[in-house]
């Protein structure tokens, strides 16, 4: 696989998982005062649900980044098991 595929694939799975953190960050970001102003002190429940948060967002980058690593790899072995090689040579004829 050369570099210009793997950093397209590196890109597409990337921006699948922001994109869907985002989502949910979104959707369910007031449970740990995502929006609240900084000035204002986050709740204990705030901090709770911030924490399980963290993590979680964690646990899905990881995930999402070993599964990233095994799918190039894949792809470079599929690549470099190609049985053909097609040489194309154009001579050019002389009078």
């Known amino acids: 696989m050369d570099d210009i595929s793997k950093n397209i694939l590196t890109k597409r799975f990337q921006t699948t998982m922001i994109g869907a953190l985002f989502e ?38 990881n995930n999402g980044n070993n599964q990233l690593r095994k799918a190039v790899a894949d792809l470079a072995k599929v690549a470099g098991n190609t049985k053909y090689h097609y040489r194309f040579y154009n001579k050019l004829r002389e009078e």
């Open 24 to 61: 949910f960050e979104k959707t369910f970001g007031y449970l740990w005062g995502q929006h609240k102003p900084d000035d204002i002190d986050l709740t204990d429940k705030e901090l709770q649900f911030l924490d399980l948060w963290e993590n979680t967002r964690n646990q899905i980058l």
